[in-house]
T-cell receptor, first 115, second 114 residues
Framework: GAGVSQSPRYKVAKRGQDVALRCDPI?????LFWYQQALGQGPEFLTY????????KSGLPSDRFFAERPEGSVSTLKIQRTQQEDSAVYLC?????????????FGPGTRLTVT | AQTVTQSQPEMSVQEAETVTLSCTYD???????LFWYKQPPSRQMILVIR??????QNATENRFSVNFQKAAKSFSLKISDSQLGDTAMYFC???????????FGSGTRLLVRP
């Protein structure tokens, strides 16, 4: 079956622009995660959804970052007034359920470059 | 807070040889899971192997095996019979039993030479 997909794969934004990054999880997966991966670093947790409920947004770096999953499937990560430090790869992952026994499947990521 | 440390930024191995990637972690928890993920240049992260902390037996998956030393908080990955397709970034990750967050190390770039 299809894996996790993300779009766009690459996004260049001028500083101050708003961007929206999309994640299509594996069909039927309840849990959805967003991670931020800076150049040369490991991914860092941003936020977690269980169905449409955002249960944890403790990793969002500022109030310019906003995520939603209104129907419990597709999710969008929005970044307002982008800054250079927002340049990173944004990874989405989904798992069938929440527990640690359930593998998180990752998408290919969106590389955001803020100029 | 939990931390994961990978002290080898880059490693290189000859095709068909064996290589070991190191990982240490810090936690006060007793129940947790450890993972090795592979991230090829295409960037899709793939789970290679996982280890439950309550299991003393080291996990193995074909050519991949781990050396889990709970007391030392060490979790190394051994790749046997290295193949060109093993060239990738490898990330060690930690997850508490009570949590959903994966905490990653900074990664080791592995190059398999023909």
């Amino acid at each position: 079956g299809a894996g996790v997909s993300q779009s766009p794969r690459y996004k260049v934004a001028k500083r101050g622009q708003d961007v929206a990054l999309r994640c299509d999880p594996i069909s039927g997966h309840v849990s959805l995660f967003w991670y931020q991966q800076a150049l040369g670093q490991g991914p860092e947790f941003l936020t977690y959804f269980q169905n449409e409920a955002q249960l944890d947004k403790s990793g969002l770096p500022s109030d310019r970052f906003f995520a939603e999953r209104p129907e419990g499937s597709v999710s969008t990560l929005k970044i307002q007034r982008t800054q250079q430090e927002d340049s990173a790869v944004y990874l989405c992952a989904s798992s069938l359920f929440q527990g640690p026994r359930w593998e998180q499947y990752f998408g290919p990521g969106t590389r955001l470059t803020v100029t | 807070a939990q931390t994961v440390t990978q002290s080898q930024p880059e490693m290189s191995v000859q095709e068909a040889e064996t290589v070991t990637l190191s990982c240490t972690y810090d936690t006060s928890e007793n129940n947790y899971y450890l993972f090795w993920y592979k991230q090829p240049p295409s960037r899709q992260m793939i789970l290679v192997i996982r280890q439950e902390a309550y299991k003393q037996q080291n996990a193995t998956e074909n050519r991949f095996s781990v050396n889990f030393q709970k007391a030392a908080k060490s979790f190394s990955l051994k790749i046997s019979d290295s193949q060109l397709g093993d060239t990738a970034m490898y990330f060690c990750a930690f997850r508490m039993d009570s949590s959903y967050k994966l905490i990653f190390g900074s990664g080791t770039r592995l190059l398999v030479r023909p």
